[in-house]
């Protein structure tokens, strides 16, 4: 019988290596040798997704490898999930309200987003695309968050995000709230005029500016 | 720089460029003469006007009839969104499934309404304006098939279904050229651009935009330049610079390059092969910036592009987006003719020559 090391490496490379179909299988295995569901998600799918993410940097991986990716992540996560211990929420986990700002459907970038930043643990909450922009602040406000990201690929929705954050100062919580803005036509200049926290250019980075504004290690 | 001031300096500067030099930014342009996006698509006497108002305020010419990002995949059956003001987008790609591409094949282009009613424009600006040249857009393979088919399932075609999806692009490329001859058929051939944003560096990697994109972009320069008798050129927005070893075997005209790409090193690298075209930032610059701006981007771009070998040409790095004032269209113009002055291919301009001497000049004094 395989070792609790050998079967998370097993998921790891799974992951990483884009196998959405038998991944279900070795995570039955796991469970059923008796591991720790949630040991296989963070050293096993989450590990394998931490490499493919580090191939993405060293531009070995791309978007395509990226999604495939995520793909057995998930396939790996509906069996491994259900067996968590009920007390074994995210907990401390930062919050974070993500969505395709109004007026706009291009949600790939998000979608990739969300993937990498449940990856790194953050509990997303996900409006999907064409989001009115009264809906980034009410969600942020029902579930407390610490961050809210919006993307959008056209310019004629861009002026959509200085709105969310003039409304964030409105209702008087901008300063309890980090804003990360992203997407083809965003730049650092445009998001430091609009007086958002944070920009990326990628889905990777895009983790790296959060951890960092939301003071995760 | 005031617009007061600008208009003042435009006057030391006269027109010297043809038409083809030209930024031809139909959306932007309407939005500038006070009409919606959607009465320009909308209304062909509407079009006629943007044409005759940005050659008599903007002395620029040139017409277009041809397959814009979204034509294609609406001609099949996409969902596409007609916002008033603003760019199309899909709603909802048509091929969900690959079961449905065999029904959709059977289309005769040479009869779909959407070519037909796109064709049908063409023949009315020509008939208003006999004198300006027509050109085609069209999308790329890969950017048709992302409008045909949701991109994250193309995406995931890459690795579990390359035959199906490679039947998709070959079928894009027929479909495109069956517009082309219908074009030729009508105007007698022209020039044709290739915009392909969805196969960029970022979205497809290098990998896959070998394995799927360059093939069909050769295919589809052949017919292309079979059909209308010139070579095309191709935009592709976004990082490209990883393709531009592969991109160098595409028997193109002209590569317009993204502002996400440093111009200096396409020059280098691009400039022996192809007439190069960019790369002003179309947001940061032509959208959101100032006169100011404007000028001195179009100024160091004509530095970093004039010594391209095969000719350099002074554009946006992509589409310029609705909204942009009438002070930065001018600012364009005003930079290109005071700093491409006396342009000679593969040389910097004497416009770029002479102020530099001037300033030695002002130095020593």
Redesign the interface.
Known sequence: MATKEELLQKMSDMVFE?EDEEIADVCEEYIEAGYDALDGILHGLVDGMNRASEMYDQ?E?????L??CS?AMYAGLDVLRPHLPEDASVGEAKKAVIGVVE????D?GK?LVKIMMETAGFEMFDLGRDVPLDSFVEKAKEVDADLIMMSTL?????PGMKEVINKLKEQGIRDSIKVMVGG????Q??AD?IGADGYSR?AVEAVEVAKRLCGVE | MTYEELKKEMEKYPETMSAGERMQKYEAMANIFGYTTAQWRNDVKVHIDVIKRRQEEFNIGGLASGLRLRTMAQAVGSEIYFPEVGIDRVIKPVLTDYSMLPELMKDNPKKNPVFLAVLQRGIDLKMAFPEMGIAMPVAGPFTNASLIRPVEMILRDTVRNPEKLNDLLKWTVDYTIAYAEMFADEFGGGGCTICDPISCADILGKRNYRKFSHPWLEYLVEGLTQTLGKKPGIHICGKTSPLWDDMLKLKVSSFSVDNMENLADARDKMGPVFGLVGNVAPVDVMLNGTIDDVIETCKQCIINGSEAENGYTLGTGCQVPIGTSRENFDAFIFAARKYGRGARKGMLPLGIVEEAANEVVMNKA
């Open positions: 884009m531009e991986y791309f978007v395509t490898d999604l495939l793909d007026g706009d459907t291009h790939i979608n056209m310019t004629t929705t861009m083809s036509p965003i730049s200049k445009y005029d990628n």
